[in-house]
């Protein structure tokens, strides 16, 4: 049996799993662009308002039906939200009770301030396992661990 032969069966397999996790990569996001909106039970507005959404919110898309967003947020939460009240504008939300932020990307670096459960921060970008996020005390920018928050 040639390499490539043998080789054959352990690429498809590798094709398999990327398949598979697939949709956690390719997960989209949206954000709440309006100061405040409804999340709702069902794709219309004479639906029960399941909760009130802050700005800045994220939310998972798991559906399209015309002009209406299924969505989930970071404790698993369902409803309906309006396209037309979201947007791209990447921001994480705390999931952890009370998080340090901190002057740089590390646990050796300052603690400039914290945040508490369900606050929403403005995503700045990435780097390794933390998130540069817009300070909300209005002092620039501050780092989290991304293992306490949730979104882009």
Request: charged share 15%.
């Amino acid at each position: 049996m040639t390499m490539l032969a043998q080789a054959r069966p352990l690429f498809a397999l590798l094709v398999l799993a990327f398949a598979v996790m697939m949709p956690a990569w390719a997960q989209e996001l949206v954000s709440v662009r309006n100061p405040t909106v409804n999340l709702r039970a069902a794709p219309s507005t004479d639906a029960q308002i399941l909760f009130r959404l802050s700005q800045g919110y994220p939310l998972q898309v798991l559906e399209r039906r015309g002009n209406w967003l299924r969505v989930q947020d970071f404790e698993g939460d369902q409803g309906w939200i309006a396209r037309s009240v979201t947007g791209n504008v990447p921001h994480h939300i705390v999931k952890g009770t009370r998080v340090n932020l901190r002057s740089g990307p590390g646990t050796n670096h300052a603690i400039v301030g914290t945040v508490n459960y369900g606050d929403v921060l403005r995503t700045v970008r990435r780097q390794g396992n933390w998130v540069l996020v817009q300070n909300p005390n209005g002092r620039g920018n501050a780092w989290v661990a991304s293992n306490f928050v949730w979104g882009w």
